[in-house]
């Protein structure tokens, strides 16, 4: 788990922004406590984010204790990220929970060890934003047959690009989830905005899009195999092109159901 850190990137966190999204917030005692159960109990990746959000590592939580208020993290594997976390005085935890994104804040983090191993511990949170977006039906696209892909120019030291290529895990109105290697999670941060990246849709169009980073996960799929998994949205889109996207979310799952119905026929 290494630190990850861009300089010209400015996070942005919802859980920040209560005016748009305090519906989404929980301040429930036993409401935080089930959510953060689940996240224990289904040992759910979660991305550590140190103050602004531009260096954050990947963890998991490894216990809570009501009576001592307070909840238990993996530590990194790397000393430079655990000794950041221990200085850092704002920490935000982010992670997918049934594709619903829990957001978490905590004031600060101080070390232990147990097993062995570095752990970070910190007091239970007072509130949890538990978003999840509704205005925009989201499909699985296909990963077996043709994936749809994306390219994004990604800047290097020296000032030029480079591009990735990417497929897609799923799509919606409000923008894409994309899947690579777990270690170009360091090419990016929350909030980063890239232009003109190039979304195929076989047998249909190559649309250029402007695409927002709001996720930068770790996940593990059917396989067993670790991936990142890059939440984005769509930025200034044209309705053009919404219209476009939304027209073949729709025939997509037309013809899934369509599918289904053969099958079970």
């Not at 204790?65 to 530590?75: I, P, R, T, W």
């Not at 594997?77 to 655990?82: D, G, I, Y």
């Not at 799923?170 to 170009?184: C, N």
Request: charged share 25%; proline share 5%.
């Amino acid at each position: 788990m290494t630190l990850a850190q861009n300089e010209v990137s400015v996070p942005v966190f919802e859980i920040d922004q209560p005016a748009t999204y305090g519906k989404y917030l929980l301040h429930n005692r036993t409401e935080i406590s089930v959510h953060l159960r689940a996240l224990l109990k289904h040992r759910t990746l979660i991305t550590v984010y140190l103050d602004e959000g531009k260096a954050f590592f990947l963890s998991t939580l490894l216990s809570i204790d009501e009576n001592a208020n307070q909840l238990v993290l993996d530590g990194s594997n790397h000393t430079a990220s655990n000794d950041a976390a221990l200085k850092a005085a704002r920490i935000t935890l982010s992670a997918p929970l049934e594709r619903v994104k829990i957001q978490i804040r905590l004031p600060g983090l101080s070390m232990t060890t147990i097993d062995g191993k570095k752990a970070l511990i910190a007091p239970l949170p007072a509130s949890i934003l538990r978003l999840q977006r509704r205005e925009f039906f989201r499909v699985e696209t296909p990963h077996h047959i043709t994936p749809l892909r994306c390219k994004l120019a990604v800047p290097n030291p020296t000032g030029g690009h480079f591009v990735v290529d990417y497929p897609l895990f799923d799509l919606s109105g409000g923008g894409i989830s994309l899947l690579g290697p777990v270690d170009d999670a360091e090419l990016f941060s929350l909030g980063e905005l890239f232009h003109d990246c190039r979304l195929e849709i076989p047998g249909e169009s190559v649309l250029s899009v402007n695409l927002r980073v709001c996720e930068v996960l770790k996940i593990e799929m059917i396989d067993g195999q670790q991936q990142l998994r890059l939440g984005c949205e769509f930025v200034s889109l044209p309705g053009t092109r919404l219209a476009f996207i939304e027209r073949y979310i729709t025939r997509l799952e037309r013809e899934r159901k369509a599918l289904r119905s053969e099958l079970e026929y």
